[in-house]
């Protein structure tokens, strides 16, 4: 079965910092990988994904992700964020032949001055 | 604007009451999904459509609940005699299924958030 880790819960930083939000997965067979940020009340907007090809992924507002195979991660970072940056960040896959997006838990981050 | 859109954004109601939501995906869509997301965790997957057909159906959607999309375009999720566990933000998305076969990008709604007293 499918499953997606999300390590840190949580991930304070101050403005202008890095950040990395790491994600790790178990899958028997091949996935399709994605990070969505959910700002407070609304839905899930989609920042990046990785269907094949480049390992290294670039999505919008600066971020980047790099899916490895051989650790089944897919971390997501960032060189410097904003205070906007402040919002719950979920990885997701999808299994190949199959439609459902598995979840994990979501990491907060909070950017403060 | 022409996101998917879901309505009521927030629904109370008493346990034991009948609710429905209603969602309108992006017009070219032709599959759509549902999802659910308690505090504190990630969405969870409850069922999809291709067109009018419901083409799978997570074991998280019990008996009490119900999808449809009659016209392969809008859908609707009912609970009957909702219970306090229901609580929890229900989320639309939908997506354009490739030639390949393989869904594109799933774009989300707002949410709806249902409260059970």
């Known amino acids: 079965a499918q499953s997606v880790t999300q390590l840190d819960s949580q991930v304070p930083v101050f403005e202008e910092a890095p950040v990395e939000l790491r994600c790790n997965y178990s899958?028997?067979?091949?996935?399709?990988l994605f990070w969505y940020v959910q700002y407070p009340n609304q839905g899930l907007q989609l920042l990046l994904k990785y269907l094949s090809g480049s390992t290294l992924v670039k999505g919008i507002n600066g971020f980047e992700a790099e899916f490895n195979k051989s650790q089944t991660s897919f971390h997501l970072r960032k060189p410097s964020v904003h205070i906007s940056d402040t919002a719950e960040y979920f990885c997701a896959v999808r299994w190949q032949a199959g439609t459902a997006l598995i979840f994990g838990k979501g990491t907060t981050l909070s950017v403060s001055s | 604007d022409t996101g998917v859109s879901q309505d009521p954004r927030h629904k109370i109601t008493k346990r034991g009451q009948n609710v429905t939501f209603r969602c309108d995906p992006i017009?070219?869509?032709?599959?759509l999904y549902w999802y659910r997301q308690t505090l504190g965790q990630g969405p969870e997957f409850l069922t999809y459509f291709q067109n009018e057909a419901q083409l799978e159906k997570s074991r998280l959607l019990s008996d009490r609940f119900s999808a449809e999309r009659p016209k392969g375009s809008f859908s609707t999720l009912e609970i009957q005699r909702t219970e306090q566990g229901d609580s929890a933000m229900y989320l639309c998305a939908s997506s354009l299924d490739g030639r390949a076969g393989n869904s594109r990008e799933q774009f989300f709604g707002p949410g709806t958030r249902l409260t059970v007293l």
């Open positions: 017009s070219e869509h032709n599959r």
């Open positions: 899958s028997s067979v091949s996935v399709y």
